[in-house]
C-alpha cells in the first residue's frame, strides 16, 4: 500500500510503502480461465488516497511445471491493484 501525493500541477508521486503480511489463507489452486476475488484489510495512517497492490510469487515447482508445458522462462506473479480513497479516518 502506498499513500499517493497529489499535486497541483496534476503529477502525483507515491510515499513510503506501507507493507503487510498475508494473514488470510497459504494456498489456492486456480484452474485455466478462473477468477478468485478474495477480500482482504489494511491499515493506513490517515484519509488520502492509496494504491493498494497484491503480488505473490509462483513457486519454483509451479513455474517448472509451467516451463515444461511451454511457457516462457521468467519470475510470475499473480497480482492486482486498486486506487482507494479513504475519506474519513477512524482515530486509535
Do not use: C, M
Request: glycine letters at 14%.
Amino acid at each position: 500500500v502506498w499513500n499517493v501525493d497529489l499535486n497541483g500541477d496534476g503529477s502525483s508521486k507515491l510515499g513510503e510503502a506501507i507493507r503487510q503480511k498475508n494473514y488470510s489463507w497459504v494456498s489456492r489452486v486456480l484452474r485455466s480461465g478462473e477468477t478468485v476475488q478474495y477480500p482482504f484489510f489494511v491499515r493506513v495512517p490517515g484519509a488520502g488516497p492509496y494504491l493498494v497492490q497484491f503480488s505473490v510469487p509462483l513457486p519454483e515447482a509451479e513455474i517448472r511445471q509451467h516451463q515444461k508445458a511451454g511457457g516462457p522462462t521468467g519470475r510470475i506473479y499473480w497480482d492486482g491493484a486498486a486506487g482507494v480513497t479513504v475519506v474519513r479516518a477512524r482515530g486509535k
